[in-house]
Each structure stands twice: as C-alpha cells, then as structure tokens.
Nanobody
Framework: QVQLVESGGGLVQPGGSLRLSCVAS????????MGWFRQAPGKERERVAG???????VYDASVKGRFTISKDNDNNTLYLQMSSLSPEDTAMYYC?????????????????WGQGTQVTVSS
C-alpha cells in the first residue's frame, strides 16, 4: 500500500523558516520524481518544487532561492526547507510522487499524493 505522510507544518512568523518532511512507502522511492505542491484557499494547487531520480531539482519562480527540495533515498524521505517565508506562502503543502523521471508541473501526471500539512505564515 502506497503512503505519503507529510509533517513539519505549522505557524511561523514572516521571515521565518520551516522544514517539511514526507515519508514514503509502498513504491520504489528512488526511481520516482518527487514533488512538493501547495494549495492556498480559493486557489488552484500548484507545484512548488520537484526532484527527480538523479537529484535534479526544479523550482517555481516564486520560491526559487528561498526553498530547497532534497531527499534521502535510504530513508524514503522527501524534504522541503523553506526560508524567508511570507504570508503569500500560506497554504496546505502536499508531497506527490510521479512514476517517471520528468518532474512535470501537471498535477494530473502524479500517481500518489499525501494528505498535506498546513503552513501558516502570520505575525
């Protein structure tokens, strides 16, 4: 059974940092493209960052230079280090897995999804 379990969300002040984690099971983690997506109230879900099997990363322009995606294949864990957070980063954050090496921005191409972890940036 495939599972993606996110953690690490919470309330943080503007300018602060958080690290999200996603523990995966039930599929060959190291061969998949792994992505972080987010969805703010009233908005569509959007890809934040992706990392493929070779460790090549891609970021949305809105987070480039502030967020870092990484993974630990030995522990089947995906991370998202977020810094310089702003209220605009407030959203539910999801990890997702795609069976393929191309980390598409298309939500429809991802095979598995976690339940999400809430990130709220507010003073």
């Amino acid at each position: 059974q495939v599972q993606l379990v996110e953690s690490g969300g919470g309330l943080v002040q503007p300018g602060g940092s958080l690290r999200l984690s996603c523990v995966a099971s039930g599929f060959t983690f190291g061969t998949y493209c792994m992505g972080w997506f987010r969805q703010a109230p009233g908005k569509e879900r959007e890809r934040v960052a992706g990392i493929n099997s070779e460790g090549t990363t891609v970021y949305d322009a809105s987070v480039k230079g502030r967020f870092t995606i990484s993974k630990d294949n030995d522990n089947n864990t995906l991370y998202l280090q977020m810094s310089s957070l702003s209220p605009e980063d407030t959203a539910m954050y999801y990890c997702a897995a795609r069976d393929g090496d191309y980390c598409s921005i298309s939500i429809a191409l991802y095979n598995y999804w976690g339940q999400g972890t809430q990130v709220t940036v507010s003073s």
